[in-house]
């Protein structure tokens, strides 16, 4: 078996925590950002490896939101 076989299942607790996100956050991430996730029944469940490599492939970024008076403005 791979090491990734082996992994243990982490809870939203535990994906929270790894990420320093609220849970709300984190569903979003599930349906909008294709966050890697398993629902067993009414539970979410994570590998953190495959998280990391989410994260790692900059699928985690997010659109800057128009409105937003902190983004950089663009020099005309």
Do not use: C
Not at 30 to 36: A, K, M, Q, R, V
């Amino acid at each position: 078996m791979s090491e990734a076989e082996l992994e243990n299942w982490v809870t939203m607790k535990e994906a929270q925590t790894h990420l320093g996100v609220r849970r709300e956050t984190i569903t979003k991430w599930i349906t909008t950002h294709n966050l890697p996730a398993y629902k067993v029944g009414r539970v979410w469940k994570f590998k953190l490896s495959e998280i990391d490599e989410w994260v790692r492939t900059g699928q985690a970024a997010e659109e800057p939101h128009p409105n937003n008076p902190h983004e950089p403005k663009e020099e005309r």
